[in-house]
């Protein structure tokens, strides 16, 4: 790769930068404080010059960019000083030759990149993190005046920039922040670093033609294509490039025919200054130093094409006095600030008047430099041989607003007030200004924004009979006095709406009249007839309601009367106005759209009457808002008879169940009340089954016992079955569904679960029917029995049948009654035999187990604590887990409960009590005839307490049982458990 910055020689290398305290007293004589300002600015400066504590000699220039400050010395060296750190200024030595002098420097707007253009037309390369400077080789032999700078440039990289020669030459490159840049030491024809086109001449301005200033913006034409805008000057010429969407393609278009404005004069030197208010935004402005005065404008970016100018309102600014021109300036927003051999000044950019003139010392602070803009903050610094002055600049705008005004340029005159004071002005002169032009609603629009007297502008317009006007003054007075919340107003509000309020009637009125027959006019009407119903919107609360109402009703505007009594809620008047019309269904659209359930409940009772299809739809859309209990006496008002449309299909003819047959299904609303009255409106129907689907709900929430008298005085038999059931009166709803219909009563009959008993009794009733209404046919007892789950038998219903009936008719049911208790009990022996067999088997595999066993290797461990499983007592379960006593003991401790816990360590101290009594008993020389019998005492006793032990900790094995299947719940690890940290992935 082959970068424009080449590799330096070691020989040229600079030593590492001297401390501080290794300066020659001349050059160096303190630190640098930003803090310490010698002079503080009174109340009334804008502008004041503060010193810096930063002694030193041989100053050139000074250039400022986000938080660095460059200050460059005669004798080859650069200052580096990061205002945030001011406490450990940088000397840079640029070269060690005394011949060598500095002739600019150039700092990008991010404050990273610096470039020093040497006298002998050498050029180096400063990285902000770098000590030391690198020698760009292949621009040697160019005398840089001047850098335009990428906005965009990063830490790593300038991007595309563009280079002014002193021979008026313009380049293109890019510089790359990298030590491998600087020290591959590539040879010509090597690998480019970035591209062909890194550096490379794009246009040239001709010999004599020193570049003094150049800078470019990226702007989006019409096309979104990338455009740049590139403004180059000399001491004499100001030139203007457009185009793109690459540099290249910019100066293409103007090789022949170049634009630029010549200012001739003898001047050597010359600046270009851009003023933006934010770093990354375009400018809007620009400055020019010429000999005969500052040439100035407004840059307006659009749709511009080559040859076309960005640069508008340009102007020449002559030098105050008329004499010779700055050796600097800068370009602040409101400013010009000018730098001359003995002194300092600033000028307005908006009067041209100058507000600043300081005289200053050179014999004190040796020869002055130059100024400098920092972009970003907006500070502004001076320098001279041997000092360094911030020029604090404090509230430059104070009186902007004022010089505009002056100007006429009120809305921009606005934009600078600070105080509602200086508003006000500005709104007066505005207002008059439009007065004067007989542009009187536009005048009187600001009026009502000043604190002029209410009665001079009032009367102005009524003198004038200009109602409209007068009209929109109201408005805007009435809106700011609302809102000021600081004073009561009250008064002042309703009696300016009540004002405006007849004047908007008036108008009303008068448009009206002449509108028959017109559209224009009747356009017209409509547009006030809106506007006034939407002054009556936004003034409804200041203005008095019986007032308003009077003066509306004398005017005759009945639809405005009602509009307002919508609009301040006075539905009293809404209703009693459609009521009396007879507009009941713009009376529910009403209550529609408020959605207030105390409207409902207050009016549903009449429209129930003559629309309840429609109300019971609002009442829906209402859904759960609604208090149903609430609408009963509405539902009770409407008789379906009447009000029958045709439109209704049976059985739903009411349309009051519709509407609580929602509240029931839907709302799943469970009040008893709510569901007594829709089983009442249910039993007035003359269809049943609507009745028995909601008695035959799952869940009931209606009286059973209304229930039963409602549908027993209707007359629906079947209801009343269902009731009874549901009561428990199963003997009641099957002797009433006998007479209903027999398979019914067998469906009851069945219902009550777990109570053969009353089962039986049940049956035996609808048998005795059966029998007694069917004497003759034998079939149909019969196969009531094989109905009866075997409830009832042959022998329970033989009493029904007459004395004289013939036995053999029963002949087979009788012998297939006997054939059952036959074969039942034969099935009861066979399963006595069966568990007298298990009982013997279960006695032998008992003995069996006694005699079981098992080997345990002695390599075999216990599977708690690793230990050799021979070493102690232990357990061997059949599934091969072989555990110590003790340690299954203290393990299975976990899984019992308290009782057991408490049993466990009982048995344990027994078991070790009889241990150590049988070792004495036997160990003793007692009498050797009674020692047989204490010892067997006291080893049934062991045995005994081991036996129980062993079922509560070793009735089954720890890894295989119960208490493994138990803890399949349980976290592998416990947050009690210390090293939790083995855990974490």
Not at 158 to 184: H, N, P, W
Not at 487 to 502: M, P, R, Y
Not at 864 to 879: I, K, N, Q, V
Request: charged content about 25%; aromatic content about 10%.
């Amino acid at each position: 790769r082959m970068s424009l910055l080449d590799a330096w020689d070691e020989g040229d290398a600079t030593p590492p930068p001297r401390q501080f305290q290794n300066h020659e007293p001349e050059e160096f004589m303190g630190g640098y404080d930003i803090n310490n300002n010698n002079a503080q600015p009174t109340e009334d400066d804008i502008f004041t010059l503060s010193k810096v504590d930063f002694k030193c000699s041989g100053l050139k220039q000074i250039v400022v960019c986000s938080d660095t400050l460059i200050l460059a010395v005669n004798n080859s060296r650069i200052f580096r000083i990061i205002l945030s750190h001011p406490e450990d200024p940088q000397d840079i030595e640029i070269s060690r030759r005394p011949e060598d002098q500095i002739h600019k420097v150039f700092l990008d707007p991010s404050g990273h990149h610096l470039v020093i253009s040497m006298e002998n037309e050498d050029n180096y390369y400063l990285y902000l993190k770098w000590q030391k400077p690198k020698l760009m080789s292949r621009l040697k032999g160019i005398l840089i005046e001047s850098i335009a700078w990428n906005k965009h440039a990063n830490e790593q990289s300038t991007l595309e920039m563009l280079i002014g020669s002193k021979k008026g030459r313009i380049f293109e490159c890019i510089i790359e922040a990298t030590e491998k840049t600087f020290t591959l030491g590539l040879p010509v024809g090597g690998v480019p670093t970035i591209k062909d086109h890194v550096f490379r001449l794009l246009y040239n301005l001709g010999e004599g033609n020193p570049v003094t200033g150049l800078k470019y913006e990226q702007f989006a034409g019409t096309t979104q294509e990338k455009r740049y805008f590139v403004i180059a000057t000399t001491p004499t010429r100001i030139y203007q490039f457009v185009g793109g969407p690459t540099f290249e393609a910019v100066f293409a278009n103007y090789e022949t025919t170049p634009g630029f404005s010549e200012l001739p004069g003898d001047i050597e030197h010359s600046e270009l200054h851009l003023f933006s208010k934010y770093v990354q935004g375009l400018p809007k402005n620009f400055a020019w130093l010429t000999s005969p005065g500052i040439y100035h404008g407004d840059l307006v970016f659009g749709s511009q094409n080559p040859g076309e100018s960005v640069m508008t309102d340009t102007a020449l600014l002559p030098y105050p006095g008329g004499g010779n021109p700055p050796l600097s300036i800068v370009l602040t927003e409101f400013h010009y600030i000018l730098l001359y051999p003995d002194r300092i000044q600033a000028i307005s950019t908006l009067n041209s008047e100058v507000v600043w003139d300081e005289r200053l010392s050179p014999s004190r602070l040796g020869p002055l430099r130059c100024l400098s803009r920092e972009p970003a903050t907006g500070t502004v610094w001076m320098c001279a041989s041997n000092a360094v002055y911030e020029i604090v600049i404090s509230n430059e705008d104070r009186q902007v607003w004022s010089l505009l005004l002056n100007q006429g340029k009120y809305e921009d005159a606005l934009t600078h007030c600070k105080t509602p004071a200086q508003k006000d002005k500005v709104w007066t002169a505005q207002a008059d200004y439009y007065f004067s032009m007989n542009n009187y609603t536009l005048a009187a629009s600001y009026y009502g924004k000043t604190q002029k007297s209410f009665e001079e502008i009032t009367l102005k317009f009524i003198g004038i009979s200009e109602n409209e006007a007068l009209k929109t003054y109201l408005l805007h007075k009435l809106e700011n006095i609302r809102n000021n919340k600081s004073k009561n107003n009250a008064t002042q509000l309703t009696t300016i709406a009540t004002w405006l309020c007849e004047i908007y009637l008036d108008k009303l009125n008068n448009i009206k009249e002449i509108s028959f027959g017109n559209q224009r006019h009747s356009d017209h009407y409509d547009v006030i007839k809106e506007e006034f119903e939407g002054f009556l919107k936004d003034y409804k609360d200041y203005l008095d309601k019986v007032t308003t109402f009077k003066l509306i009703s004398s005017h005759g505007r009945m639809d405005e009367i009602l509009y307002y009594a919508i609009l301040i809620e006075d539905w009293e008047k809404v209703v009693a106005h459609h009521l009396q019309n007879n507009d009941f269904k713009a009376t529910l659209d009403i209550l529609s759209k408020q959605n207030e359930p105390d409207w409902y409940y207050r009016f549903s009772p009449v429209l129930m009457e003559h629309l309840p299809r429609e109300t019971v739809n609002a009442w829906m859309k209402m859904n759960t808002n609604l208090d149903p209990l609430k609408l009963i006496p509405s539902m009770m008002r409407y008789d379906p008879a009447i009000h029958n449309d045709g439109t209704d299909q049976p059985p739903l003819l009411h349309h009051g169940i519709r509407y609580l047959q929602h509240v029931v299904r839907k709302n799943h609303n469970t009040d008893p009340a709510l569901h007594n009255y829709l089983l009442s409106l249910y039993a007035n129907q003359k269809e049943e089954a609507p009745l028995l689907q909601f008695i035959n709900q799952n869940e009931t929430y209606f009286d059973l016992k209304y229930a039963l008298r409602l549908c027993s005085k209707s007359g629906h038999r079947v209801a009343c079955i269902y009731i009874y059931s549901m009561m428990g009166l199963y003997e009641e709803a099957v002797q009433l569904a006998l007479t209903v219909d027999i398979e019914l009563a067998k469906l009851h009959a069945e219902k009550p679960d777990g109570d053969d008993a009353l089962k039986k009794k049940l049956w035996l009733l609808i048998a005795k029917h059966v029998v007694a209404n069917n004497q003759n046919d034998i079939k149909k007892a019969m196969e009531l029995l094989s109905q009866c789950e075997k409830l009832l038998k042959i022998e329970d219903i033989l009493p029904f049948f007459p004395d004289f009936t013939r036995i053999d008719d029963f002949k087979s049911e009788i012998c297939a009654s006997l054939e059952d208790y036959n074969k039942h009990i034969e099935d009861l022996k066979t399963e006595m035999d069966e568990a007298t067999n298990s009982a013997d088997l279960i006695r032998m595999d008992i003995k069996e187990l006694r005699n079981n066993y098992g080997f345990v290797s002695w390599q075999r461990n216990c599977e708690l604590c690793g230990y050799p499983t021979l070493s102690r007592d232990f357990y061997l379960f059949p599934c091969g887990h072989t555990f110590h006593a003790q340690c299954l003991r203290t393990e299975m401790m976990k899984y019992l409960d308290n009782v057991e816990k408490v049993r466990v360590t009982e048995l344990t101290q027994k078991i070790q009590n009889l241990s150590q009594n049988r070792k004495k008993t036997i160990g003793s020389g007692a009498n050797s005839e009674e020692k047989p019998e204490s010892v067997g005492v006291v080893v049934s006793k062991y045995d005994s307490l081991r036996d129980e032990l062993d079922d509560i900790i070793a009735c089954d094995c720890l890894f295989c049982g119960e208490v493994m299947i138990k803890s399949i719940t349980e976290p592998f690890i416990s947050l009690n458990e210390a090293d939790l940290s083995s855990w974490a992935l």
